[in-house]
Each structure stands twice: as C-alpha cells, then as structure tokens.
C-alpha cells in the first residue's frame, strides 16, 4: 500500500475522538443559572461531526421553554483544519437556519428565508465549528496576545467575526488541572 501523503493523511487534532462538554447559561449578575448546553463531537481524522443543544432549565424553562440545536458536520484537512460541509439550526423543534459548503465551486449556499449563494472565502466557518477550529489554530499557542479573523455563516448572514488570543488559564478540574 502506498504511504499517506499529508493531504490524505488524517490530521492530528488537539480533541479526543469523541467529546461532550456541558455549559451552565447564566444571567445577570448574580450568575443565575437559566439553562445549560451541552457540545458533542466525534471525528476520526479525516471527518467530524459537532452538535450542541442549549435549553433552558430549571424555574426559567417554567417561565420560557426554549430549546436550540445546531449541527455541523465536514472534513478536517491537514493545513486548513475543520472544512464544513453543512451547518443546520433548529429552535423549539422548527427547522431554522442552515448553510452549505461547496469549496470545489467555492460557494456558500445560505437557506434563511430565500435560499441564496454567496462566495465562499478560504477557511470559512460556521457558528459551531468556528469555536473548535479556533481551538484547532490556536493550540500550542503559547502568546500572549494574538488576533485572528474567520469569516462565519449563522446560515442567514456570512460575515468577518475577530477574534483576540488573551492568553491561557488553568482550570481545576475534577481530574485535576
């Protein structure tokens, strides 16, 4: 069999294979817990898939039940990191908004309302993976500072999002730090 060449290679990636972190939603500040999401991937090094679901708990989802989900799925290349192939958005069980990635044509089809096309720029993102390719490009970065623009489709809007590295902060952890 012939040797992986770095493009057919899979890409080494800072996250385990398959993950779930869950988020408290707070507000105001008393840091009053409103609701959690909780983020899942899985990848195997050429693929990935990303969702999260952020609902309200507790005495607020008595108040105001509301449940958003969103999904991500594509490619992870070698030089480029995450390159997303669909983006999908769901509110309270209703469809929402939700993007397609097409980079041989280098298109970014948006299905918000009137399906539209709009180029699509290198390292282009959507709101969940922008998150983890961050992570991804940002790894072993041990700067201080440091400045970084993706531009990120919600589905309905494709748009410049900037983004500053402040630095690293150690978390206590229950396996520690």
């Known amino acids: ?47 990935y898939m990303l969702s999260t679901v952020t609902e309200t708990t507790g005495v607020a989802a008595m108040f105001r039940a509301v449940r958003i989900t969103q999904a991500s799925n594509g490619e992870i290349d070698a030089q480029q990191g995450l390159r997303p192939r669909a983006f999908h958005t769901e509110k309270n069980g209703v469809a929402g908004d939700s993007a397609g990635f097409d980079w041989q044509n280098m298109k970014l089809t948006l299905s918000s309302g009137a399906q539209r096309e709009v180029a699509l720029q290198p390292g282009a993102q959507d709101m969940l993976s922008m998150f983890y390719q961050l992570a991804a490009t940002t790894a072993g970065q041990h700067a201080t500072t440091g400045h970084n623009d993706l531009m990120v489709t919600t589905g309905r809007k494709f748009e410049r999002y900037g983004f500053d590295l402040l630095g690293e902060e150690r978390l206590r952890l229950k396996l520690g730090q």
């Not at 988020?23 to 990848?43: E, M, S, Y």
């Open 1 to 47: 069999p012939a040797t992986p060449t770095a493009s057919t290679a899979p890409a080494e990636s800072p996250l385990p294979r398959r993950g779930m972190i869950r988020f408290a939603v707070v507000k105001g500040d008393q840091n009053f817990v409103i609701g959690q999401a909780l983020h899942r991937w899985t990848h195997d090094g050429k693929t």
